[in-house]
């Protein structure tokens, strides 16, 4: 039975993957932060045996520690000692990091240089970019031998220094340019510690959920997703991959976006 990974799962695309691969037969270990936005997932877990939940606040380094040490251990215990040597734990095909923030209480994207605060451009970083380097750091031990592993993180299209066009949203925009040069300098170095997992930066395209909604205004209703078919197009795209594409950046379409 495969295993996965899916972080950020209380609500919206991360919650959209569990469902999917909870279907395809996966083991699904999955991560939540807040047991109110959670509870659709705290449900699904007390009727599926094959899910797996781990309390995370990915901006506590010893959290993300802590939770994959657990997760290496079922693994192991989930090895199967009649056609596996008893050393070699069951494998992680995926990897994917749903979490992500734009609006948060009063932190809201900025409009303006006027509306810029430090404060809330750390807060952004902390999340966005830092917290799937400190994921890769401690992802490495449990995937390292794996015969193929996709780690995905979602980014945003509007993090492509080449593609901005439009301004604003320093905070948000900034912080997906930096988890992008994250993934891509984790690509390289996976290329000799974790020679078949294949990392990737995909964008969802505007999707239906908490965080899309205060902007869906001028969304036209073809270009606004529904999260079944967000998950579907995203798994298309890493089911299409090899290793020779890690450490690129796809849109939900497959295609692939400038940096
Ligand atoms: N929706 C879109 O249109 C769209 C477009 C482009 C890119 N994306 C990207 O896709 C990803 C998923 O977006 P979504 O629309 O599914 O967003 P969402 O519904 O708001 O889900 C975001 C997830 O991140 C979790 N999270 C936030 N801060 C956290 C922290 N400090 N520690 C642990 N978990 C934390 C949330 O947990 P809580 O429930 O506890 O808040 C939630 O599970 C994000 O990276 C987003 O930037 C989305």
Redesign the pocket.
């Known amino acids: 039975m495969p295993h996965s990974l899916i972080l ?7 919650f959209g993957f569990v469902q999917r691969f909870l279907a395809e037969g996966h083991i699904v270990h999955a991560t ?3 047991r109110i ?2 509870a659709p997932l705290l449900d699904l877990a007390a009727q599926q045996s094959n899910l797996r939940l781990y309390a ?4 506590e380094e010893s959290q993300i520690e802590t939770v994959l040490g657990t997760i290496a251990e079922s693994l192991q215990q989930s090895a199967e000692p009649a056609d596996k040597p008893a050393d070699k734990p069951a494998e992680l095909s995926h990897v994917i990091n ?5 609006h948060q209480g009063d932190l809201q994207p900025e409009k303006s240089l006027r509306q810029i605060n430090s404060e809330n451009l750390l807060t952004y970083f902390q ?2 970019s830092i917290a799937s380097i400190l994921l890769a750091k401690h992802l490495t031990p449990l995937i390292k031998n794996s015969p193929r592993t996709v780690f995905a993180t ?3 299209k509007v993090g492509s220094i080449g593609d901005n066009q439009l301004g604003g949203w320093y905070g948000y925009r900034a912080s997906k340019t930096a988890l992008n040069m994250f993934m891509r300098t984790i690509a390289l170095e996976y290329r000799r510690t974790c020679k078949s997992t294949i990392v990737t930066v995909l ?5 239906d ?4 909604q205060p902007f869906q205004r001028n969304v036209p209703p073809e270009k606004l997703f529904s999260i079944d078919r967000s998950v579907d197009q995203l798994i298309d795209v890493m089911n299409g991959l090899t290793i020779n594409d890690s450490g690129e950046f796809f849109s939900w379409d497959g295609t692939r976006l400038p940096w």
Request: hydrophobic fraction near 35%.
């Open positions: 950020g799962a209380s609500q919206g695309i991360g939540y932060r807040d936005s959670a995370l606040d990915i901006t749903c979490i992500g923030i734009l999340v966005n979602l980014s945003a964008h969802p395209g505007t999707t959920t908490q965080l899309s």
